[in-house]
T-cell receptor, first 111, second 112 residues
Framework: DAMVIQNPRYQVTQFGKPVTLSCSQTLNHNVMYWYQQKSSQAPKLLFHYYDKDFNNEADTPDNFQSRRPNTSFCFLDIRSPGLGDAAMYLC??????????FGPGTRLTVT | KQEVTQIPAALSVPEGENLVLNCSFTDSAIYNLQWFRQDPGKGLTSLLLIQSSQREQTSGRLNASLDKSSGRSTLYIAASQPGDSATYLCAVEDGNNRKLIWGLGTSLAVNP
């Protein structure tokens, strides 16, 4: 019973070529997050939503944008990927009592 | 500013051993504390969530404790198995918003 689904699991893009990562959830949670995780590092929060209220972390590059058209879906757009954007991108939701549920992640490679 | 530290960074134990992973945080104003497991190249799996008003939570062979006043949590794993090998991450939810502050994790290897 997948609860947080991310597609694709692996994404290869070229330097500078826009890419979109998608996330969907079956939990009906109002709060959703996008994280970036690089090797041997903790997840780094990029954005989060309280319902449709969008919150951008101060150090999230302008190159990264997000959309949440409805409760179930959330997208991460990288407008011009650089080599430094290669990472695992994790989507998560939060229950009303604060437990976070993560998707399997999308591994992004930039060539 | 909240900081989360996990000790040790890596741990290798023989199968069957009971073990303790440690997590400390600098600001006791937390909403909750969560322990996660991460297998290489995979997403995170929530193991246990302890609300700020709770002292411990148990799930199977796992037991997590929380001492807010001293800024500490422990994850106890009983009768460890090779399948427990993974990285274990601790995160506290900031008391003022819904953001998690993460430790760097403990990489656990359980040897057959």
């Amino acid at each position: 019973d997948a609860m947080v689904i991310q597609n694709p699991r692996y994404q290869v893009t070229q330097f500078g070529k826009p890419v979109t990562l998608s996330c969907s959830q079956t939990l009906n949670h109002n709060v959703m997050y996008w994280y970036q995780q690089k090797s041997s590092q903790a997840p780094k929060l990029l954005f989060h939503y309280y319902d449709k209220d969008f919150n951008n972390e101060a150090d999230t590059p302008d190159n990264f944008q997000s959309r949440r058209p409805n409760t179930s879906f959330c997208f991460l757009d990288i407008r011009s990927p650089g080599l430094g954007d290669a990472a695992m991108y994790l989507c998560a939701t939060s229950s009303p009592w604060g437990e976070q549920y993560f998707g399997p992640g999308t591994r992004l490679t930039v060539t | 500013k909240q900081e989360v530290t996990q000790i040790p960074a890596a741990l290798s134990v023989p199968e069957g051993e009971n073990l303790v992973l440690n997590c400390s945080f600098t600001d006791s104003a937390i909403y909750n504390l969560q322990w996660f497991r991460q297998d290489p190249g995979k997403g995170l799996t929530s193991l246990l969530l302890i609300q700020s008003s709770q002292r411990e939570q148990t799930s199977g062979r796992l037991n997590a404790s929380l001492d807010k006043s001293s800024g500490r949590s422990t994850l106890y794993i009983a009768a460890s198995q090779p399948g427990d090998s993974a990285t274990y991450l601790c995160a506290v939810e900031d008391g003022n918003n819904r953001k998690l502050i993460w430790g760097l994790g403990t990489s656990l290897a359980v040897n057959p």
